[in-house]
Every structure is written in C-alpha cells, then in structure tokens.
Nanobody
Framework: QVHLVESGGGLARPGGSLRLSCAASGRTASAYAMAWFRQAPGEEREDKREFVAAVSWDGIGKRFSDSVRGRFTLSRDNAENAVYLQMNNLNPDDTGVYYC?????????????WGQGTQVTVSS
C-alpha cells in the first residue's frame, strides 16, 4: 500500500508559478513511476482526470502532456519519497484539482494509488 499526500496548491496570477509536492509513504513507494493529473472545475468523474506529467521510478524518464510541455518540470527525490511539479507561466486553463498518482507502469496512465488532490487556481 502506498499513501500519497499532495501540497503546494493555491492561487496564482496568470504568468505566475507554483510548486506542487507529493509525499509518498509505504515500503514500495520509491519503486513506482509517479504522475500528476488534474481535474477541471465541475468535473467529478475520476476517469476524466487529465494527464499532466509522469516520471519513472529512477527519475530519468519523463513525459509531459502537450498542454504543459515547456512550462512545467518534474523531479523526484527517492531519499525523501517525494515528487515535485514546478509549474511556470501558468494560465487560467491550468486551474483545477491536481492529483498525484502512483502508476502501474511508466509508459501508460493507469494509476494504482491516488492522493487526495490539491486545488490550483489561476486567476487575475
């Protein structure tokens, strides 16, 4: 079992930055590829969460959605069991609840464990 807790969400102005953190606990946490997803305002279905970015268990492999590539960066610290999403040049379309997930495999978006989410609001 892996337990995930997100933090770092809040309000940002367009063009601003936020850094999200995902703290993982559990004996096998560092063995999982990790990813961030987001859920748009008003969307309640879990299967409608949008993929944002993923990092392999060793931090070497990374992939990003087209909508965030070049603006967001992703890193992980296995010694701290943490994953970080640095979000730059934010725009209102980035608004939503951001979820951290432990992936079944790095190459696809099937999530084995979810965090509880953190709200990101981009507004002037």
């Amino acid at each position: 079992q892996v337990h995930l807790v997100e933090s770092g969400g809040g309000l940002a102005r367009p063009g601003g930055s936020l850094r999200l953190s995902c703290a993982a606990s559990g004996r096998t946490a560092s063995a999982y590829a990790m990813a961030w997803f987001r859920q748009a305002p008003g969307e309640e279905r879990e299967d409608k969460r949008e993929f944002v970015a993923a990092v392999s268990w060793d931090g070497i492999g990374k992939r990003f959605s087209d909508s965030v590539r070049g603006r967001f960066t992703l890193s992980r610290d296995n010694a701290e069991n943490a994953v970080y999403l640095q979000m730059n040049n934010l725009n209102p379309d980035d608004t939503g609840v951001y979820y951290c997930g432990a992936l079944v495999r790095f190459v696809n978006n099937d999530v084995r464990y979810w965090g509880q989410g953190t709200q990101v609001t981009v507004s002037s």
